[in-house]
């Protein structure tokens, strides 16, 4: 086996551009490279913020597995769910389900609660016949474009998300909490700061404040961090928003977030954040094989449409915990 240099540095690109870890098609296993070089991957991780492995031989799950066991990091369960997944192996599933057709935002993984994986890993098992990539953008960068007065009202006012789980429509109650026993649904809402009551027809309804901004434990920088933009109506479109208005009336919508003081977010503060974000994004053009890992902190992730068959496995790994609540104001 041939061995692989890790001195690659690409640092005259931009940030927003993926390290790169080339294997060459060499016959390489990507667990067995990444074993004794656990501590320099972290370094490059914090550096660049996304590093990709491409060339390897990574060719099913199973393989994907070995390597997120060859990182030696603790892995996070998926619970508390936002978006539909299917469990592989212990520690990875599949990315968001959702119809091909539709767009997913970029955004942080997880930042809608209070905690969160400071790693999400991503490895390409199928890559679809057209479409189907995975934007990236620097976290810092779009930070910096939203400008001071917008990063001032979210972390002072942080979000809250206030989610009403009707049956048969987006996420079952049970799916989100991965659990049929209501006593365990109500033991984890006190563990995080989650505000829940049962309301008629089995319909569960659950409010949380989080942060709007969030410092990276390690870098120590300030980012925008939430998922206000995903869980506002006005992020299925007009139409749509209307339409479910209509069906389960505005106070009962199945996601909606404002700021933790209850006060709506300006839908123009909305637009700016979903603009920006996507000014910033940088298309990941998948390959059979590869393997990547964002620091979620630093780089916020989102899923074009395509056609065709696609299979891209995730696994969250480092999960964070903020230490103390940040909005003592509202809690």
Known sequence: ???????????????????????????????EFVGPRVEEIKSLVLEHGSVLFRGFNVDA????????????????????????????????????EYPPQLEIPLHCENSYQRSWPMWISFCCITQAAKGGQTPIADVLKVTKALGADLLDRFAKRGVKYVRHYHPYVDLSWEEVFQTKDRTEVGRFCAENCIDYEWLDGDILRTE????????????????????????????????????????????????????????????VDLEQVRATFETAANNMEWQRGDVMILDNMQFAHGRRAFTGKRLILTSFLNPYRLPTPTLTDHM
């Open 1 to 31: 086996m041939e061995e692989v240099a890790l001195n690659l540095a690409l640092s005259s690109k931009p940030r927003d551009i993926t390290y790169l870890i080339d294997a060459g098609k060499k016959n390489v296993n990507l667990s």
């Open 61 to 96: 799950p199973a393989d994907f597995q070995s390597f997120i066991n060859a990182l030696n990091s603790k892995t996070m369960k998926y619970t508390y769910r936002s978006t539909p997944r299917t469990s592989l192996d212990k520690d990875i599933f599949t990315a968001t």
């Open 208 to 267: 949380q404040v989080c942060h709007g901004v969030a410092e990276h434990p390690l870098t120590k920088e300030n980012v925008f961090f939430n998922q206000a933009h995903l869980f506002h109506p006005s992020s299925l479109g007009e139409k749509a928003q209307r339409d479910m208005e209509r069906l389960f009336g505005a106070t009962r919508m199945p996601r909606n977030a404002c700021y933790g003081d209850g006060t709506e977010i300006d839908l």
